[in-house]
């Protein structure tokens, strides 16, 4: 049966934002990485991926919907691949400042002076510098207290999640990259979100990191039975954990997976229940 002419121009629009993905693919993405998207909203999806040629299959840029808010994420390695790709880029350098340290920035002439001292104390901080040919350096200091968001990850690695922070806000501005926003920007307020995502502190990099609470136990969805995922994607309250399970699912389906791995304690999916707002790490 023919496909109607509405749907097929459609389709030749998605292809055109997407020139290095075929139909099938394109369809794989709507399903998957960018669930819930419009045709419209995964054409500026496909545009932009394109455009900074990140790979959406690789967890590069992925699309978030919120009600009737649509978002594009990357992440600082996404920035960076922006970057990297511009033959004028020449280089990034950043580290994360403590108490302790010697530091100083000379926003003038565009110097930054750091030294270690032999003990370094509290987290302050940190700062990035990025070089561009033909361009003034962009440089940046973040405060750690301003962007911490005490998830699992800010705890187990602060200076390490401090220090992206730092090298997003230069590699963004040095670039002029527009469309895209990092997790840690909207948790800190540099841009506007709808009321309801403002809970959210860590989006996953990966589909199945998302985390829901099974018998008051945070679980992630790649921990889960497929049975427990499909009870999710049907029943859940909340549309992002709907969402992201649907996602996992399909995802699962394309990769043949069969199964998913399960805890030692099998869990019934009528037990199953959403972490207040669907909890990210």
Known sequence: MAMPERQLSELRSQVAA???LTPAQIELVKRTVAKGATDDELQMFLHLANKYNLDPFAKEIWFIKYGSQPQMFTSRDGYLKIAQNHPDYEGLISFPVREGDTFD????????SHKFSGKRGKLIGAWARCDREGRKPQIAFVDFEEYNSNTDVWKK????MIQKVAEVFVLKRQ????????????????????KETR???ELPQ????YVVSVQGRQTKLSDMTTEQVKWLADNAKNETTKAM???????????????????????????????DGGDLY
Do not use: C, R, W
């Open 199 to 201: 809970y959210l502190q």
């Open 105 to 112: 920035i000379d926003a003038i002439n565009y110097n930054v």
């Open 206 to 209: 990966q589909v199945s990191d």
């Open 18 to 20: 997407a020139p290095g």
């Open 157 to 160: 690695y602060p200076s390490a």
């Open 175 to 194: 670039f002029s990259v527009t469309g895209l926003v990092t997790q840690e920007e909207m948790s800190a307020g540099l841009v506007d979100t709808p």
């Open 245 to 275: 399970a649907q996602a996992y699912l399909d995802e699962l389906a394309y990769n043949e997976q069969k199964t998913v791995d399960v805890s030692s304690e099998q869990t019934s999916a009528q037990h199953v229940t959403e972490s």
